[in-house]
């Protein structure tokens, strides 16, 4: 079994890593979340509040364009757009342990905040972090919020709240009993006839609430732009996109992300020195900014420069000591460079990755392609025996993923079915490294399973190959419960008639599935005389 662990754990393939800045994602609010200081939950996003969230929506006739991010002891919920992505950050102790039997106080609070939204009160975090001067007066600050309150009563109205649901939610809110002119939120009272005013809209006694007046902005011009050309690459028009992103940086240079998108176009249309070079414009007017680093050592991996990327990962992690970025784009570099897929002169051991990859689940425990690169660099270091001790983190990282990547939303470009292959078929190496043949044999058909219609993907191809070589193994393994003569003769009929026909058509360049396929036909020839 040990050699057979040799070859197989070659089998793993690798996504390469790279960040998407114009599209908000998960591991975003979980970076805006460690901006702000706060510690992120352990768990997938709350699927009662995911739910309130699409109904909300519903009523509005709005597409899910917010992000909801849970952040733990901010106490507190809060809208604030990043990238020209609307998050709504949530601390989901906090709508729990105030909501009680009301759920009703949990659409109130989204319905607040998407009224931010809505009514263009959001902050920018970048401005949020930055502390960028605020223009907008506290008396200004208490009125959004009644346009806030409105806004949520009405939704409630719409969503079939009574009267007395919807003000009682309103009223679990800590707040001020008077009107406090130094306070940046109004008092009860006036929350209350806020809330009311939109509630009895939507329930018919005053016309329809009219959108449109929610139009308009207070941002700056050079968030406008910033944000028109978001909207243009995200239709496509790179062009277009790059005109409003240039327009943006003249009228505030110091504001990096239009450098970080401009440097995003021009990688995609194979300029990689031109996206460096925004980058360090950037870095000049923002140098403690970890992700300009990451983003500068992902371009120079592509130009092979290996030495150099893994400074620049150094220097994102030595500015921000959360740099979830920093660490996991460290990692893969120093895998790759284990496994020699890169070539360089990097010294890196399982360890170091592996320690990279756990500090990235300690940050974001959901981040389940962190756990399935550890995972695989555990399955590595077992040809070394570096990594025996850690067998059960990987087997607990495997389960985690399994569980969870339904409702998980990559950031690398990976397709689901792939992943959970993927995982099964790691989970079935490490097994039958322990020699836990059960778990070996329904992960096998599992692999076999997932696998069988794909045939024409080399990848899908080889994790077949190695789901067959697995239960043949098992089969054959006089160890083993499931050693049993008859069946082998049975798979490995069943193994050869799906490939004989495809043969012309495999890559017998390929190691893996050269030798696999090998090893399977010839043991159906000359071991077992199956024909
Ligand atoms: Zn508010």
């Not at 929506?57 to 709005?62: E, F, K, T």
């Not at 079939?160 to 707040?175: H, T």
């Not at 400074?311 to 979830?324: E, G, H, R, T, V």
């Amino acid at each position: 079994m040990k050699n057979l662990l040799f070859t197989l754990a070659l089998l793993i393939s690798f996504n390469s890593f790279s960040q998407n800045l114009a599209y908000g994602n998960e591991i975003e609010g979980i970076e805006i979340c460690k901006q702000l200081g706060i510690n992120t939950q352990p768990i997938l996003l709350d699927k009662e509040v995911n739910e309130t969230l699409e109904q909300i929506l519903s009523i509005v006739g709005l597409e899910k364009n917010f992000q909801l991010q849970m952040c733990s002891n901010i106490n507190n919920a809060a809208a604030l757009t990043y990238n020209g992505v609307r998050y709504i950050f949530y601390d989901l102790d906090f709508l729990n342990s105030i909501s009680g039997e009301n759920r009703w106080f949990v659409t109130f609070v989204l319905a607040h905040e998407i009224g931010h939204h809505l009514n263009d009160h959001t902050k920018d975090v970048f401005m949020y972090v930055n502390g960028f001067p605020n223009d907008v007066t506290l008396d200004k600050r208490r009125n959004q919020e009644l346009q806030a309150d409105k806004f949520a009563g009405f939704i409630m109205g719409k969503l079939g709240s009574s009267y007395s649901d919807a003000v009682n939610a309103i009223s679990q809110i800590p707040g001020d009993e008077i009107e406090d002119l130094n306070s940046d939120h109004p008092s009860e009272d006036l929350r209350v006839k806020a809330l009311v005013e939109g509630y009895s809209q939507a329930t018919g006694t005053i016309s329809g609430m009219n959108f449109s007046k929610f139009e308009g902005s207070n941002t700056g011009e050079y968030l406008i732009s910033y944000y028109n050309g978001v909207e243009k690459f995200n239709n496509g028009d790179l062009d277009g996109a790059l005109k409003d992103f240039n327009k943006s940086i003249i009228d505030k240079k110091e504001f990096p992300e239009p450098y970080i998108n401009r440097s995003l176009i021009k990688e995609l249309k194979g300029d990689l020195y031109g996206a460096i070079s925004d980058l360090e414009l950037a870095m000049k007017w923002n140098p403690n900014l970890d992700i300009l680093y990451v983003e500068r050592g992902v371009l120079k991996i592509q130009l092979g420069k290996y030495e150099s990327a893994l400074d620049d990962f150094n220097i994102a992690i030595s500015k921000n000591q959360n740099s979830l970025e920093g660490y996991f784009n460290r990692a893969v570099l120093r895998y790759n460079n284990l496994l020699g897929i890169y070539q360089s002169n990097i010294s890196s051991d399982f360890n170091q990755v592996i320690l990279d990859f756990s500090k990235c689940i300690d940050i974001y425990p959901n981040y389940l392609e962190a756990r399935n690169y550890r995972a695989q660099a555990i399955i590595s270091g077992l040809r070394t025996k570096q990594t025996d001790h850690l067998v059960d983190t990987a087997i607990n990282d495997i389960n985690i993923s399994l569980e969870y990547v339904d409702d998980y939303e990559f950031t690398t470009e990976t397709s689901l079915k792939f992943f959970k292959l993927q995982n099964h078929a790691n989970r079935a190496i490490i097994n039958s490294y322990l020699g836990n043949f059960s778990s070996v044999y329904s992960d096998t058909n599992i692999i076999i399973d997932y696998s069988k219609d794909s045939l024409n993907t080399e990848i899908y191809l080889e994790k077949f190959v190695l789901g067959n070589l697995l239960k043949f193994n098992l089969l054959s393994d006089k160890n083993s419960l499931y050693y049993d003569v008859s069946e082998i003769c049975k798979n490995l009929n069943d193994f050869t008639s799906i490939i004989n026909p495809i043969m012309d058509n495999i890559n017998l360049n390929n190691p893996l599935i050269f030798n696999g396929i090998n090893q399977l036909v010839n043991a159906s020839i000359y071991e077992y005389d199956c024909l």
